[in-house]
């Protein structure tokens, strides 16, 4: 993707999250361009969900900027409810309302907060569902989805918003094995239609597969930036290294 | 054996009385648990406020009540509250304004229990579709909230049910005390009568709280379905 004649869709500048005395993001900067899909890995604990929430204002930083179209979206001023319906979101525990049919479920947003025609958002929701094959479980509710439908659902939910860009924490770390690959197809997709996505993941074939660029953070830090392939067969800090060799034994 | 005493419940007017008696208990629990549910869902939402000072005036209110007996509050209302302030208030309208008061600090609590206990992810999802404040609890918590609190609201409203015999302490005349004078009166003459009229109030409380546990019943069992 030549991302050098895309424009920056979100910044972020030194960028600084504390948990009382915990340190937990240590001066992370990063610039996301439009149709650019950046791979966040790093081990258990290293910061790498907390930087996603950070984007989406879930968590308060400490210190450094963040911008989307080059407007901050840190501190108190924020408009979060406006921001948030461009930056689509999906979490590892599929929460969608329990107490929603699927439909309903994502619908709420688009007719709710958007305040638009309800038979437009129906049409893109039915196609959006379509698409990722739960059409006919539209009336379903939560509890009666196995976890990989919900997480398709919840991946549906969050575009029908029409996001810029869509957060993606480690979305298939709660799926049973057999469910992984049908969720990760989908982002797949959404990649090949140049969605620009962030994705914190464990899943490394995938990594490789989808992303233009991989971040590598160890313990609040970025260590490395590389591009996939680099970064999967010679990767150039030591640290990284060994989180790979982890996963290969894995394999 | 020609008298078992069921006979003074058909003497006179005890039967309507004991009725008119069921009506006094009844209204008072009932606009009592309504005025409650509705100010309580406000206190809960209130307790689960980010302000320090706001939660903890709450929690003062809701110990308040959860410390000092009903009872005492009917007098400190009926006696103290009136005669500080030159009130002539009626004791049901006492009983009201001290069930409400108690309802809602225990409605409260309840409601404030069921949003706590909602994963914080729903919170969340709900955030990041970009739902304000209110959205949020529209659309996404009080539903399921509702759903979590209904167990103990019932239990709730039966006890106000059930509690509201301490009004005879403050004057008013209610099932049981027209029950008490109906037995007074005929004590000599049927010495079973409390037995009967105890047992007919016995019944009418359990027609009064046996619907609102089979309505929860039958709400927790569609809600589950």
């Keep these: ?251 | 054996m020609q008298n078992l005493g069921i006979s003074v419940l058909f003497e006179g007017t005890a039967l309507q009385r004991l009725f008119s008696g069921l009506l006094v208990t009844a209204s008072i629990a009932f606009i009592s648990i309504v005025i409650a549910f509705v100010l309580g869902i406000g206190v809960g939402l209130l307790r689960t406020s980010n302000s320090k000072v706001i939660r903890y005036s709450c929690k003062l209110y809701l110990e308040m009540f959860r410390i000092i007996p009903i009872l005492v509050w009917l007098f400190i209302v009926f006696f103290g509250v009136t005669a500080a302030f030159d009130l002539d208030l009626d004791g049901k309208v006492v009983a009201v304004i001290v069930f409400s008061l108690w309802g809602t600090a225990e409605m409260g609590d309840i409601v404030r229990g069921a949003l706590e206990s909602l994963p914080r992810h729903q919170i969340e999802s709900g955030k990041a579709l970009g739902l304000n404040f209110w959205g949020l609890y529209k659309y996404v918590l009080i539903p399921q909230a509702v759903r979590r609190m209904l167990p103990g609201a019932i239990n709730l409203a039966t006890r106000m049910v059930k509690t509201t015999s301490l009004v005879v302490m403050i004057g008013v005349i209610d099932v049981v005390k027209v029950g008490q004078q109906i037995i007074e009166r005929s004590i000599l003459k049927a010495p079973a009568a409390p037995l009967w009229i105890y047992g007919l109030i016995f019944i009418l409380y359990f027609l009064i709280c046996y619907p609102l546990s089979r309505l929860s019943k039958k709400l927790e069992m569609k809600w589950e379905q």
């Design chain 1, 1 to 251: 993707m030549n991302k050098e004649n895309n424009q920056v869709l979100l910044e972020i500048q030194n960028l600084h999250k504390q948990y009382g005395e915990t340190t937990v993001l240590d001066g992370i900067n990063l610039s996301v361009h439009k149709g650019e899909v950046v791979v966040v890995l790093g081990p258990s604990g290293c910061g790498k969900s907390t930087l996603l929430r950070c984007l989406n204002g879930l968590e308060t930083i400490q210190e450094g900027d963040i911008t989307f179209y080059g407007k901050s979206i840190t501190g108190k001023n924020v408009n979060w409810q406006e921001t948030r319906q461009k930056i689509g979101m999906v979490f590892q525990d599929y929460d969608l309302f329990p107490h929603m049919t699927v439909i309903e479920n994502i619908m709420l947003g688009p007719t709710r907060v958007q305040k638009r025609d309800k038979q437009e958002a129906l049409q893109q929701a039915t196609q959006l569902l379509d698409r990722v094959g739960l059409l006919e479980r539209k009336d379903a509710y939560p509890r009666q989805l196995s976890g990989g439908q919900k997480q398709r659902i919840a991946i549906v939910r969050a575009l029908c918003m029409n996001p810029e860009i869509m957060l993606f924490d480690e979305v298939t770390a709660a799926l049973d094995p057999e469910m992984v690959r049908e969720v990760l197809d989908v982002i797949l997709g959404l990649a090949k239609q140049g969605m620009t996505m962030v994705i914190v993941t464990h899943e490394m074939g995938f990594a490789r597969a989808v992303a233009d660029r991989v971040l590598f953070v160890d313990a609040g830090k970025i260590c490395e930036i590389s591009e996939p392939d680099e970064f999967f067969t010679s990767p150039k800090t030591e640290r990284a290294q060994q989180f790979l060799n982890i996963f290969q034994y894995h394999q």
